[in-house]
């Protein structure tokens, strides 16, 4: 009798650890869900670059591929490219130039796609043109 309640005891405990095992597991995955992508400066160049570099990698063009990474390390050493942001794609380019065009693209996708570009420059409103006052006669 002894020994069948201690498995009975064991067996609750196992339950316990697995279910707070799967409980843990399913928080970090909403923390990482959660988690807000490396944002891009407000900066209209690196903007351009990011998207001239979805195109390189999209058409698998080796030149164009060096030519954006040239000028994203340029304007991550200027400061005007977050390091974190610089660190996703350095890792886009990497993968293609290791043949994994596709991956490449849609992990670049996604990046653009998470971009809120807060603090860009707005476009100024448009102005109607003046209306011809009425004259009073």
């Known amino acids: 009798m002894a020994t069948e309640t201690l498995d009975a005891t064991n067996r609750a405990k196992v339950a316990w650890i697995v279910l707070g095992a799967f409980a843990l597991g399913f928080v970090v995955l909403i923390v990482l869900a959660l988690r807000t992508p490396p944002q891009l400066t407000a900066d209209e160049e690196v903007f351009k670059t990011v998207d001239a570099l979805y195109t390189a990698v999209r058409m698998k063009d080796e030149k164009r591929l060096g030519e954006c990474e040239q000028r994203l390390n340029a304007y991550r050493d200027a400061g005007k490219l977050p390091k974190e942001s610089a660190e996703v794609l350095a890792g886009v380019i990497a993968k293609a130039r290791a043949g994994s065009w596709e991956t490449a693209t849609e ?18 409103p448009k102005r109607e043109k003046a209306k011809p006052a009425k004259s009073k006669l």
């Open 107 to 124: 992990r670049l996708y996604d990046f653009m796609l998470a971009q809120r570009r807060e603090g860009a420059a707005e476009q100024p």
